[in-house]
């Protein structure tokens, strides 16, 4: 019901800045609550943060609190996340996704999913 494209992802030095943005079509987004998500090479997927349906509540992973920032724009059909002091550890492949139910921390709770974009930080 509801198409996700991620964008802004690239390559950046350590202690840089990206903004990855998720743009949606179809279902307008304010009925989903939303999240991004990231895995690394060989590694399990892993919750970055969330946002509710209004964007009035929003939790992050301890690894990228007070680094990351999540929001979302439902006019413009789209959410973003703003990433500040980058290290290489945050080197993944990014996916944003939809969950009609809610937002939360667990992957099984979202139901539509991006095809994801890399996010590469050099040391």
């Known amino acids: 019901q509801v198409h996700l494209v991620e964008s802004g992802g690239g390559l950046v030095q350590a202690g840089g800045s990206l903004r990855l943005s998720c743009a949606a079509s179809?279902?307008?987004?304010?009925?989903?609550?939303m999240g991004w998500f990231r895995q690394a090479p060989g590694k399990q997927r892993d919750f970055v943060a969330t946002?509710?349906?209004?964007?009035?509540?929003?939790y992050y992973a301890d690894s990228v609190k007070g680094r990351f920032t999540i929001s979302r724009d439902n006019a413009k059909s789209t959410m973003y996340l703003q990433m500040n002091s980058l290290k290489p550890e945050d080197t993944a492949v990014y996916y944003c996704?939809?969950?009609?139910?809610?937002?939360?921390?667990?992957?099984?709770?979202?139901?539509?999913w991006g095809q994801g974009t890399q996010v590469t930080v050099s040391s």
């Open positions: 946002i509710s349906w209004s964007g009035g509540s929003t």
């Open positions: 179809g279902r307008t987004l304010s009925a989903y609550g």
């Open positions: 996704a939809a969950s009609v139910t809610g937002s939360g921390t667990p992957a099984a709770l979202y139901n539509y």
